[in-house]
């Protein structure tokens, strides 16, 4: 018969729960990290540089963020009702 064993004495075998946190932690630090490189790549553009200055001048928004899920939330009824 196999014996396991931890590998570093004095080490703990992580529970089904502890995997679960973890793979939770690495999810959302995966989808952290595709955000961040998603609207770095969109708002570096100079014309959508121009759009944001355009429509946040209008006063409709509060700020860039809220530009962003209004015009996607916008969108989406257009497009996809």
Known sequence: ??????HEP???????QDVDRD???LAEALLEQRAERI???VLVRP????VMRQLLATHLYTNEEDV????????Q????P
């Open 39 to 41: 609207a770095r790549n």
């Open 47 to 50: 014309d959508i540089q121009e």
């Open 10 to 16: 004095g080490a703990q075998w992580l529970t089904p």
């Open 23 to 25: 793979v939770r932690a």
């Open 68 to 75: 962003i899920v209004r015009s996607l939330k916008a969108m």
């Open 77 to 80: 009824v257009a497009v996809a």
């Open 1 to 6: 018969m196999i014996e396991k064993s931890v």
